[in-house]
């Protein structure tokens, strides 16, 4: 039996492209299909119904109806309340880093409700935490569990012992956390302080909304963030765009401290 050709579903949206003079083409991650493609016709006219509702960083219930190549929206309503995230500078960036990453890692009718679940939380933490980082090293931790790419953190992924207290390394290309004594071949290996297994692991067990207040000087704020970006861009094998921005505020703000 052929699948219905209208559909509901629940969506973030990521981003936006223009084509024609009055139509939108969206990209939606949805809780229900995955990554979707879809046409908004007649979107960018004032007097559209769509209106404000497909803005990057949405979250919306619509409904949609299958076409050959690309679906089309019929109708949609924004639900939550991420606009305040919008308001912010620090936060919006950290919005579109996320949006990027769902982007990226997302499969095209491929459900995985962990991801859109994990996205969403992520983004209602960084609307009320704007200044925030710990729920993008959290997000980028956790976005590679529920991606099935989630870095070994308590064994040596080469002979499998457990890791005694110290400074080891860590290889994204052959899944995580060595000890000083292994040397596979081909690994792309960089140093891990104690300091930082520790908030890795301390990531590893705690779920968003109770995430702890933890305290990081910039050294170890820095090393967290470059070996999560190192392991996010290895497994998409391509720089991620929304980084720029981020470090470029980091640049103006220079904190000393942070959370």
């Known amino acids: 039996m052929a699948p219905p050709r209208s559909y509901h579903c629940e969506a973030l949206t990521l981003k936006k492209a223009f084509i024609g003079e009055a139509d939108v083409i969206v990209t939606l991650y949805t809780k229900e299909r995955g990554k979707v493609r879809a046409i908004a016709k007649g979107a960018r006219r004032s007097n559209s119904r769509l209106v404000g509702h497909l803005e990057p960083l949405t979250l919306v219930s619509m409904s949609l109806a299958q076409g050959r190549s690309l679906d089309y929206v019929t ?26 990453l769902v982007d990226g890692f997302g499969s095209e009718a491929n459900a995985n409700p ?9 983004l209602q933490y960084i609307r009320d935490n704007p200044t925030a980082d710990l729920p993008l090293r959290f997000f980028e931790l956790h976005l590679l569990e529920v991606s099935g790419l989630k870095p070994e953190l308590y064994r040596c992924v080469e002979c499998r012992r457990a890791l005694p207290p110290g400074a080891h390394r ?34 590893d067990r705690s779920r968003l909304p109770e995430l702890p207040s933890l305290s990081m000087d910039k050294s170890l704020a820095q090393e967290l963030q470059s070996l999560l970006s190192l392991t996010i861009e290895y497994w998409l094998d391509k720089q991620i765009q929304s980084n720029s921005f981020m470090e470029q505020l980091q640049r103006e703000s220079q904190p000393e401290v942070y959370r």
Do not use: M, W
């Open 75 to 100: 109708q949609v309503q924004t639900i939550g309340n991420l606009s305040p995230l919008k308001d912010d500078l620090d936060a919006v960036s950290k919005g579109f880093y996320v949006a990027e």
């Open 114 to 122: 962990p991801l859109y679940q994990l996205a969403v939380e992520t």
């Open 170 to 203: 860590f290889s994204p290309n052959v899944g995580g956390t060595l000890c000083i004594d292994c040397h596979p071949a081909d690994a792309h290996v960089r140093a891990l302080s104690l300091r930082a297994l520790k908030v890795l692991r301390l990531l």
